[in-house]
């Protein structure tokens, strides 16, 4: 059986290799939020209040309207 000329000439690419995921390195918060009102110029998205145990609440933009 004869090799493809490109095999042969070492021209094959190869995939990079995957890095490992650690856990360690997530930053997960959990959170209760307060408030959700429509964004004035978007009608996709939601303006979120969200509490995680700080001072103040968190404001987070999503697009979970669909």
Known sequence: MQ??????AGTTK????????FVCRLD???GLI??????LDADSLYVEE???GEEST????????K
């Open 3 to 8: 090799r493809n000329k490109r095999e042969s």
């Open 14 to 21: 190869s995939k990079p290799a995957e890095a490992e995921i």
């Open 28 to 30: 997960i918060h959990v």
């Open 34 to 39: 307060k408030n959700v009102l429509k964004h």
């Open 50 to 52: 969200i509490g995680i």
């Open 58 to 65: 968190r404001i987070v933009v999503s697009g979970l309207v």
